[in-house]
Every structure is written in C-alpha cells, then in structure tokens.
C-alpha cells in the first residue's frame, strides 16, 4: 500500500502550509494516521497522530500552530501547519496503518515532502 505526501515548500516564518497524505485506492480503511518529521542531523520524531476515532496527539513544539485531520471517505490525512517557525524546518512523513480491500493489514509510509522555513 502507498501513500503520497505531498505539499511542502518554502515559508518565511509565521507562514502556513497544509500538508497532504494519500492513500491508494487499495485501502479500505485508516486505523491509525501519523505525520513524522526528521531535520538534518537529528532523529525521526512523531509531530501529530489521529486515530480511526479522531482522537488526536500532537508533539508539545506543534501544539496549538499545527492541526492533523482525515476524510476517512478520500483516505487522505492533512496537517495543517501555522505560525511556522524555523525549528520545523524538516522532511515530514506520514504513515498510516489500516485494512485493504483484500482485508489485509498494513503499515505503510510515504516519501517524504520537504518542508522549509527561513527567518
């Protein structure tokens, strides 16, 4: 199972960005959706999850700027980014975990998509 990111891009801090992930139309259902993000030189970290409930976990350096939603019906998960700041200057990847058509589990990540922000 694929999913695509996409929607990065270069912002002045303060900026906004919304990005995308998507599923392929083998998915029949998302559990469990979660945006990552990993800058130069430092490690993978979580930013924001949702759960097939829309329950919702951010990472404390996003709460309040960032805000991750899904439409269970297109299979696509969103992260709403605002009030960027240089520090979240960093390749973002979604993951997501969930059920195929064929009722077969997955876990799967997206390429990642670049995400800049100058001072």
């Known amino acids: 199972v694929q999913l695509q990111a996409s929607g990065g891009g270069l912002v002045k801090a303060g900026g906004s960005l919304r990005l995308s992930c998507a599923g392929t139309a083998l998915i029949r259902s998302i559990n469990t959706a979660t945006w990552y993000r990993q800058a130069p030189g430092k490690q993978r970290e979580l930013v924001a999850s949702?759960?097939?409930?829309?329950?919702?976990r951010y990472a404390d350096s996003v709460k309040g700027r960032f805000t991750i939603s899904r439409d269970n019906a297109k299979k696509m998960v969103y992260l709403e980014m605002n009030y960027l700041k240089p520090m979240d200057t960093a390749v973002y990847y979604c993951n997501a975990d969930g059920v195929t058509r064929q009722f077969r589990a997955f876990d799967s990540w997206g390429e990642g998509t670049q995400v800049t922000v100058s001072s």
């Open positions: 949702i759960t097939s409930d829309s329950s919702t």
